[in-house]
């Protein structure tokens, strides 16, 4: 069987599991947040943190949750961090220096996972365990939430109100979240990924020698860091330690854990708003980009020109040869167009346009799926952007979901849309031009520049894979970076939440033979390109300076 055949089967099976999972999933997160039911463990923590889940919010409310929850948390791993060397269970690891603490406390709870460290170098069990995989749990179950309070605002009328914040967390994690990490958790020790607490002790090699291996609570922490769309590693492999992602199955097997809340949220966003059309809608739009980015990322890395790609059989540079070009090809296009950045390849070696390929998927906003949350309300912004668009075209008030596009709707929309562009060439610009950063870059010419942009897209949209020949490990990029994932997580945040709240208030206007049939696939067409366009009017000008121009000159 050719290595091309090979990843279609793959691609058709995880289609198949998607596919089975979607209905009982999406349906399952429906009824979760629309319940009014507490589950006693549920209502512990409640009563532990002091929350009354019952209260009804209005946006100004659940953003105050939203960003009080994410502070807490971001102190507490970066206090978590700075006190290491004084923990037990620490594994003899020293402190973390306070510039890469920072870093990684606002990488873990913006849901970006960005590491300017080698987990197993420089992280002892608790830090692993008590800061990064508790935020990965409830980094995704925020971005689930802020994604609900904006159903709510489609769904409701007549009033402000879009649930309780910590109703939605708890929910989130405890239904959610949980439940499928211990099933997969289970199906990774079968397949060989460790679980364990043992201390550091030295392995022999293949070929001679000795070297130093630390094991660890692995299995748990990688179904999270997929399902919950983090990225973190507990390697610095990452997705390519065999300790973590043992063979092609379990490869797969965490594609499928990137994707499957993402898609199965837009049949909670159908029941939610009592439109399943709409989601199927939603959903195809999200499925035609993931595809096609897949097409294009397989034409580029299996079409490379030269005899060491005819004999290699495309680009392998890079790639491990349990997955092949396929199978790490299948789960790049995944990894960028959610915001999970777990790797099990290194971009870095892609060819040029395979390596553009991977930042176009995060720059068109990590929508097709997107994240855990993130990349509904993400879509959804867009489709509000695309109906505008519409209107406009037919000289008609827009509508969407029996809601009116008005003038502030679209100001927030727009909003959100600009903010992450603007960090990430702001800061690409400024590390540019001062003289220390660039001592940081491996490579000089197109590469060079393109591992500069690929870091700050990586940071602002929140996903946390990175072109390996950049030496990030700096006070200039720890802060930088960390500065846009926080902005890039929380400031979209703000807008969305007050365009649910926008939303909710209004009055719903019945449908007329002249309102956009936005379930149908005429608007999913209309949708793609607008999503097409608005990254291409933004970032082809550096797309340009670097992976178009290392790809057409190879």
């Given at each position: 069987m050719s290595p091309a055949v090979a990843a279609v089967l793959q691609l058709l099976a995880l289609i198949a599991a998607l596919a089975l999972a979607y209905r009982p999933l999406g349906d399952h997160m429906a009824r979760v947040y629309s319940s009014d039911r507490h589950l006693r463990v549920e209502k512990w923590i409640y009563k532990a943190i002091g929350a009354d889940p019952h209260t009804e919010m209005r946006w100004p409310a659940y953003l105050r949750g939203v960003l009080a929850f994410s502070a807490v948390s971001l102190l507490f791993l970066y206090l978590l961090q700075r006190l290491q060397g004084s923990l037990p269970g620490s594994l003899g690891f020293a402190s973390i220096d306070p510039d890469q603490a920072f870093n990684t406390a606002a990488s873990f709870v913006a849901n970006t996972n960005w590491q300017s460290y080698a987990g197993e170098q420089a992280m002892g069990h608790v830090v692993q365990t008590a800061g990064l995989a508790v935020q990965n749990f409830v980094s995704a179950a925020v971005g689930i939430a802020v994604a609900v309070a904006l159903v709510r605002g489609f769904a409701r009328s007549r009033t402000g109100e879009l649930g309780n914040f910590w109703?939605?967390?708890?929910?989130?994690?405890?239904?959610?979240?949980?439940p499928i990490s211990v099933v997969g958790a289970l199906v990774l020790v079968a397949c060989g990924a460790i679980q364990n607490f043992s201390g550091i002790h030295e392995v022999g090699q293949f070929l001679g020698g000795h070297q130093q291996m630390n094991g660890g609570a692995v299995a748990s922490q990688e179904v999270i860091k997929e399902l919950g769309t983090n990225g973190g590693g507990y390697f610095n492999a990452n997705s390519a330690h065999p300790f973590e992602n043992p063979d092609g199955f379990t490869n797969l097997f965490e594609?499928?854990?990137?994707?499957?809340?993402?898609?199965?949220?837009?049949?909670?966003?159908?029941?939610?708003?009592?439109?399943?059309?709409q989601g199927y809608a939603i959903l195809g739009t999200m499925a035609v980009i993931w595809i096609g980015f897949t097409v294009l990322m397989w034409a580029a890395e299996f079409g490379g020109h030269g005899r060491a790609f005819e004999l290699?059989?495309?680009?392998?540079?890079?790639?491990?040869t349990r997955f092949g070009i396929g199978g790490s090809s299948l789960f790049a296009v995944a990894t960028t167009l959610t915001s999970t950045g777990a790797v099990d390849s290194f971009h870095s070696s892609y060819t040029g346009l395979g390596g553009g390929l991977t930042m176009l998927g995060m720059q068109l906003g990590e929508i097709a799926p997107g994240g855990v949350g993130s990349g509904l309300y993400g879509m959804l912004i867009m489709a509000v952007i695309a109906v505008f668009l519409a209107g406009l075209m037919v000289g008609r008030t827009p509508e969407f979901l029996g809601k009116k596009i008005g003038t502030r709707e679209i100001k927030l929309a727009a909003c959100y849309i600009l903010v992450t562009p603007a960090l990430v060439l702001c800061f690409t610009a400024a590390s540019l031009v001062l003289p220390t950063p660039p001592h940081s870059m491996l490579n000089?010419?197109?590469?060079g520049f393109s591992e500069i942009l690929y870091a700050y897209t990586s940071g602002a949209n929140n996903n946390g894979s990175a072109f390996a020949g950049l030496s990030a490990d700096t006070p200039w990029f720890n802060t930088t970076i960390g500065l846009a994932m926080l902005l890039g997580r929380f400031v979209p945040m703000v807008f969305v939440l007050?365009?649910?709240?926008?939303?909710?208030?209004?009055?719903?206007?019945?449908?007329t033979a002249g309102t956009l049939r936005t379930e149908k696939p005429l608007f999913s067409g209309l949708l793609v390109g607008t999503i097409l366009i608005v990254a291409g009017l933004t970032y082809f000008p550096a797309l340009a300076l670097g992976p178009l121009a290392e790809g057409l000159a190879s």
């Open positions: 109703a939605d967390l708890v929910r989130g994690t405890v239904r959610v979240l949980l594609i499928f854990l990137i994707l499957v809340i993402p898609f199965a949220l837009t049949r909670t966003f159908g029941r939610l708003t009592g439109s399943l059309k290699a059989g495309g680009a392998l540079e890079g790639k491990e000089s010419g197109a590469h007050a365009l649910a709240g926008s939303l909710a208030e209004q009055q719903p206007v019945p449908k």
